[in-house]
């Protein structure tokens, strides 16, 4: 079964740390691009972080740069999002997806979208 597994999420509070993984499996994630989105109820996905297939480069929204960080462990087909100095407004469900091609913010160029996983911020 092709699918990617969000794992890490749960409750924090503000100013505190987390960190998400992104595991694939049956679909490799070498040689794509990878983004984390996020997204509340009744509001569109937000990009928040991507990642270049070989891991060279990394982009980040602006409402988490500077907190954030992505990486990638393409021998485990694995991808991370490690969060600190976590606000309330980053309470969201978290998922990852991939694309070959760059990076960009439109979850429509994306595919093998996850389940999520939820983030909840306490202030």
């Known amino acids: 079964q092709l699918q990617f597994v969000e794992s890490g999420g749960g409750l924090v509070q503000s100013g505190g740390s987390l960190r998400l993984s992104c595991a694939a499996s049956?679909?490799?994630?070498?040689?794509?691009?990878v983004a984390w989105f996020r997204q509340v109820p009744g509001k569109e996905r937000e990009g928040v972080s991507c990642?270049?297939?070989?891991?060279?480069?990394?982009f980040y929204g602006d409402s988490v740069k500077g907190r954030f960080t992505i990486s990638r462990d393409n021998a485990k087909n694995t991808v991370y999002l490690q969060m600190n100095s976590l606000k309330a407004e980053d309470t969201a469900v978290y998922s990852c997806?991939?694309?070959?091609?760059?990076?960009?913010?439109?979850?429509?160029?994306?595919?093998?979208w996850g389940q999520g996983t939820q983030v909840t911020v306490s202030s």
């Open positions: 990642i270049t297939g070989g891991g060279f480069f990394t």
């Open positions: 049956g679909v490799t994630l070498a040689n794509y691009a």
């Open positions: 997806a991939r694309r070959y091609g760059p990076c960009n913010w439109v979850a429509q160029a994306y595919e093998y």
